[in-house]
């Protein structure tokens, strides 16, 4: 009887839990308030690095607002075909050859969890410092969340990239951003002269950052992102369209753009396009600190399994997770030939291209020679597709005091190459 009720579980419900493992709770009360406490009083919570990131990556909804991303109907569940070759394949270290799961439990990695799918099915989950019903952050993978649901909606004849911002969002028209087409703010190549910054509190990314409340706020700060990208008079980098120029202001601005077409707050959308048709384990959520403002630049929570599903839109397995075909043909297409390889070549700052890479495309950092599709995020995630070999690999990390940690996408992209290649 027992066997059946577990049976019955699965098969509705999906697997109870990573390889059966019985439910552990994450963190006492007093560790939560420990953990907080040690949060910086005059600068911003991720300043904090080490074990002390990795607690709060995965433990935001403790510490900050934020909005709900709901799932919906039955939870689709993603079968096992678990690969030994993968756990197994031997990856150079600093300290010599490891097996990659080896590896991923060594102190070279700060790898909080990682899964892998192929042809629908996971052949690689492992959780070396995560249970794998946390939901942590994912930073900028969050981009090609809200590239994704414009592009939908452009599939709805919703709206047309080539125009200008201003011709949806006229509160820009006075603003830096006024005349750039939407196309070159998918791809970071506005022109607009707001990088992305991290240490200084008067730049304009950081000024927009502390405006959404991710970066350190006081009462001399921008209080509402929206006025604060309405009247932004930065001036212009580079012309539009000529270089690529990472910048979260600019992907906040198709999260605006989204909101207007739609007339519902970004979280809701993602609900309605993406998040409720993919048979989610969980509900995600979105950090929101200040006024309800969800940080679409960099702020889905979510768990691995169900960031997975929506990798599998960009695969001939999405049928697994969804019974209507979400990504079209058309953007797959794009992602996959139509980005502009002058863009990165000329990128404002280097380290975003290599012999390997193609292109960067509505905010997918690079799209490789191999067809590899690539989003990662500041603090060690990522999100890995490859549609020609059916494969998703999705990830999530911290940095450790000293930065020395391997970073996962080289070894991960050699073992993938090396045992789906020829496919």
């Not at 009462?219 to 930065?234: G, Q």
């Not at 120029?245 to 601005?253: K, L, Q, R």
Request: glycine share 8%.
């Amino acid at each position: 009887m027992k066997q059946l009720l577990i049976l019955f579980l699965c098969l509705f419900f999906g697997p109870i839990s990573a390889f059966g493992k019985d439910f552990k709770s994450v963190s006492t009360v007093d560790q939560t308030r420990a953990q907080i406490s040690k949060l910086p009083k005059d600068d911003i919570w991720w300043t904090v690095y080490g074990e002390d990131m990795g607690w709060n990556f995965k433990n935001l909804h403790r510490m900050y607002p934020t909005v709900n991303v709901y799932r919906e109907g039955k939870v689709r569940p993603l079968d096992y075909n678990l690969s030994d070759a993968i756990a197994e394949f031997n990856v150079d270290t600093p300290v010599g050859k490891k097996s990659f799961k080896d590896f991923l439990y060594s102190n070279q990695s700060t790898t909080m969890g990682i899964v892998i799918l192929h042809k629908g099915k996971i052949v690689f989950e492992q959780y070396p410092h995560m249970e794998p019903y946390e939901k942590p952050i994912y930073w900028s993978v969050t981009k090609v969340f809200i590239s994704t649901v414009l592009a939908i909606l452009e599939d709805q004849g919703l709206v047309d990239v080539s125009k200008s911002i201003d011709f949806y969002l006229p509160a820009l028209g006075e603003s830096d951003y006024a005349g750039v087409k939407i196309r070159n703010i998918l791809d970071m190549a506005s022109g607009v002269d707001c990088s992305d910054e991290y240490e200084d509190r008067d730049a304009c990314y950081y000024q927009f950052a502390a405006s959404i409340g991710d970066a350190y706020w006081d009462h001399d700060s921008p209080d509402n992102p929206y006025t604060f990208l309405a009247n932004l008079k930065t001036g212009t980098a580079r012309p539009q369209g000529e270089s690529f120029d990472y910048s979260g202001a600019n992907t906040f601005v198709i999260g605006w753009l989204i909101e207007e077409i739609t007339g519902m707050p970004f979280q809701d959308v993602l609900t309605k396009e993406v998040w409720r048709n993919i048979g989610a384990e969980g509900d995600a959520s979105m950090l929101a600190p200040r006024y309800g403002v969800p940080v679409t630049d960099g702020g889905l929570l979510a768990r691995l399994r169900d960031v997975a599903r929506f990798g599998l839109l960009f695969t001939p397995s999405y049928s697994r997770v969804a019974s209507k075909k979400i990504i079209s043909d058309r953007y797959l297409s794009l992602i996959l030939e139509g980005g502009n390889p002058d863009l990165l070549r000329n990128a404002r700052h280097g380290g975003w291209t290599s012999d390997d890479t193609k292109h960067n495309v509505y905010q997918w950092d690079r799209v490789f020679k191999n067809n590899d599709i690539y989003k990662g995020g500041w603090g060690g995630q990522g999100l890995l597709v490859n549609p020609d070999r059916d494969l998703v690999a999705v990830y999530t990390g911290y940095f450790k005091k000293d930065q020395s940690e391997v970073r996962l996408l080289g070894l991960l992209r050699t073992v993938l190459d090396e045992l789906y290649g020829e496919e």
